[in-house]
């Protein structure tokens, strides 16, 4: 159970097992030496050298790249021979020199063959190790930064190339390439947190982030790709064939949405380029039309989630990636409304989505129908909800919150919402609270608490609508409700 544990922390949480790396204590020597002793009962036992459990847990340490951990595997007594007799090879950091050197090798060749393909996820790890072993807060030097700049050219080149293989082959070609522009792309997530945004920026001769905008769409449109095409057309309506007919259009979804899960750290690239507020990368992105772009980005995962919805298939390619997405969107909606960039903002207002957020979206009472035993633990805040009316709602939450800098798309939302009768409509809701689902009603109470953010002369408008009556109505027959919405007990004076 010990090295169960072990196994698993180090592989999902490789920042914890760097803190136990500490001058302080002997703990990865330690450990080294229980493995080589449960090694050497196993070997007695079993006639093997190592268990699957201890073969995966020396795996997982090496795949860390700490100076230290290495260093206390190799040194512990016995561990050299256990390792050599179960075939495990030690991991070998890599130097900058090691790392320029292989991005100049790639970068000199016209095209890349599949071994070179096969080494990038390994590389981009000896990437992060490099930096990473340089200290918690390291000075980056210029040298450093012009090698990492030469090591993500390269693999700015590669990411093309994968692309052009994602696109071009089939569903198991198409896997691989996903999964090393993932690690790619991971990886210049994790460089833009560690502040190295220029190099990004600076790499595909400074298009780098209309190259990301440009993939993001395309990924985010993907379900569109084929159109009404309909792969099993011949088959007939027998019961037989309605079987083969759902597993073959799954299957035909699915592999239209491999791309999805790549969409989860370009936006979160592009997230942290708009929170920097720096006025390089700002201009950068008002030339790339970001604002625009973004918006029109939101109304399609908006489409995408009501196809799934309205279809029930959320399971294929949704669930893995709509907790980071939802996550990713709210906090690029924010880093917007903060942007020095007063063009940013128009360009999102053009987009038309805040139009959309009030005349469509905050009344979309769509649900997830997903079983439990099919969703991730990350999920199940989300399994009864109306996904698109609570993000909707808590948009409209940023937009108010940061009305002094983002005015213009204050009073965009605020006639919008007047204009399509948004607060008139959660007003009926509310006065039907007897009748009407439970979990409309609560949404709308959010909704109306969200609002008292806005300035009073948006607030007098509620007498006129009949908002006050319907409150107090609700607030005095359900007195549980004024300790849920303190805020709206306040505002309407309810004691």
Request: aromatic residues 8%; glycine residues 4%; neutral net charge.
């Amino acid at each position: 159970m010990l090295i169960k544990t072990l196994t698993y922390l180090f592989a999902s949480a490789p920042e914890m097992a760097h803190s136990l790396d500490s001058a302080l204590s002997d703990c990865y020597l330690t450990l080294a030496r229980l493995m080589v002793s449960l090694g050497g009962k196993e070997r007695k036992k079993q006639e093997a050298a190592l268990s699957l459990e201890l073969r995966q847990l020396f795996t997982n340490l090496g795949e860390l790249r700490s100076p230290k951990i290495l260093e206390a595997i190799r040194h512990a007594t016995g561990v050299r021979g256990l390792l050599k007799q179960a075939g495990i090879k030690t991991v070998k950091l890599k130097s900058l020199g090691d790392i320029v050197a292989f991005a100049d090798k790639l970068l000199d060749k016209a095209t890349f063959a599949e071994a070179d393909i096969g080494a990038l996820p390994t590389y981009c790890k000896d990437m992060q190790a490099y930096l990473m072993n340089l200290g918690p807060t390291p000075e980056i030097s210029e040298a450093v930064k012009r090698g990492y700049q030469r090591a993500v050219d390269m693999l700015s080149k590669a990411a093309n190339v994968l692309w052009q293989l994602a696109e071009n082959q089939k569903r198991r070609g198409k896997t691989q390439a996903v999964e090393v522009m993932r690690v790619i792309f991971s990886l210049w997530d994790w460089l833009a947190a560690k502040g190295l945004h220029t190099i990004l920026v600076e790499t595909m001769e400074g298009q780098m982030i209309e190259w990301t905008l440009d993939k993001l769409t395309a990924i985010l449109s993907e379900f569109r790709s084929t159109g009404d095409e309909n792969p099993v057309d011949s088959l007939t309506e027998s019961l037989y064939n309605k079987r083969k007919i759902q597993r073959a259009e799954s299957a035909h979804r699915y592999e239209r949405l491999q791309l999805m899960p790549l969409s989860i750290p370009l936006q979160h690239i592009v997230a942290q380029f708009l929170q920097l507020n720096n006025d390089e990368i700002n201009k950068r992105l008002e030339k790339a039309d970001f604002g625009r772009v973004f918006g029109e980005q939101l109304q399609l995962q908006y489409e995408f989630l009501r196809l799934a919805m309205d279809s029930e298939t959320e399971r294929l390619g949704l669930l893995d990636v709509y907790v980071e997405q939802n996550c990713n969107r709210l906090c690029t909606v924010e880093y917007l409304l903060q942007s020095k960039s007063a063009l940013i903002k128009n360009q999102f207002l053009k987009s038309r989505f805040v139009e959309k957020l009030a005349a469509e979206y905050v009344g979309d009472m769509r649900e997830f129908s997903v079983k439990y035993n099919k969703i991730d633990l990350k999920f199940l805040a989300y399994r009864h909800s109306y996904p698109i009316r609570n993000e909707s709602i808590s948009i409209m939450a940023e937009i108010l919150k940061n009305k002094e800098s983002g005015y213009e798309l204050y009073t965009e939302l605020i006639q919008r919402l007047y204009r399509h009768q948004v607060i008139a409509h959660e007003r009926d809701i509310v006065r039907a609270h007897e009748t009407a689902p439970e979990l409309q009603v609560q949404t709308s109470l959010v909704f109306f608490s969200m609002l008292l953010q806005a300035e009073e002369d948006v607030l007098r408008g509620f007498k006129d609508e009949g908002v006050g009556e319907a409150m107090n109505e609700i607030l005095k027959s359900k007195p549980l409700l004024q300790r849920q919405f303190p805020l709206l007990a306040k505002y309407f004076k309810m004691k």
